[in-house]
């Protein structure tokens, strides 16, 4: 059996080394060591256009591993690889997210003290450790005319009309980033204030 993560909100945001949610939960030894004829092949897959500001998808693990996965996908034989410079940016990012676990500090600050400002407004939202947090409020007309309202007063936080987990009505969804400060994360919940009672 296969069991298969893509971990593309968690990788470069969670873990001691970034390594996502499996090494958050202490699990990272299980991923990609291999194609297990017989028992359970964890593969974690992530992404370098999120937390590291890159492109590409990204499946770690060793060259023999790699080499099976390729083996095994047809569409990989026609593929083409990733700009040289695209990769470059990839291979810096992954240098910097070694080298600066305090901007997951940061970044894991961040996370939480904007769920807590959105929980002090009566928000749904949930509890995980992620940098982006989805919250519904009332219907989808009213978060539409909440997305636009915010946008107007110089905030961005975009409505989606088909969140995963949350029913037909979407969403709307925040993201935060390692150098966001407090005071711009307060500027956006002050905003949110007007906006919920206007």
């Known amino acids: 059996a296969v069991l298969l993560v893509d971990d593309a ?3 470069g945001t969670l873990g001691t080394a970034g390594r996502g949610t499996l090494e958050h939960f202490g699990l990272w030894e299980r991923a990609n060591r291999g ?4 028992g359970l092949t964890v593969l974690v897959t992530g992404t370098l256009s999120k937390a590291l500001g890159g492109f590409g998808g990204i499946l770690p693990g060793s ?4 080499r099976a ?20 940016a990839g291979a810096r990012a992954l240098q910097v997210l070694g080298a600066a676990p305090q901007l997951r500090s940061a970044l894991q600050h961040n996370a939480h003290y904007v769920r807590q400002g959105l ?25 539409r005319g909440l997305h636009r309202a915010l946008l107007q007063a110089g905030s961005f936080v975009p409505y ?3 969140y995963a987990g949350v ?16 005071v711009q994360i307060d500027r956006l919940l002050t905003r949110l204030t007007a906006s919920l009672r206007g």
């Open 63 to 66: 060259t023999a591993l790699l």
């Open 160 to 162: 989606l009309d088909d």
């Open 9 to 11: 909100h968690g990788f």
């Open 167 to 182: 029913g037909p009505d979407g969403a709307m969804r925040v993201a935060v980033c390692a150098t966001h400060t407090t």
């Open 69 to 88: 996965v390729q083996r095994a996908n047809a569409a990989h034989a026609g593929a083409s690889a990733l700009p040289a410079p695209v990769a470059a």
């Open 35 to 38: 194609l297990e004829p017989t």
């Open 119 to 143: 929980r002090g407004l009566g928000l749904p939202v949930d509890d995980l450790p992620t940098p982006v947090v989805g919250f519904t409020w009332r219907d989808a007309a009213a978060m």
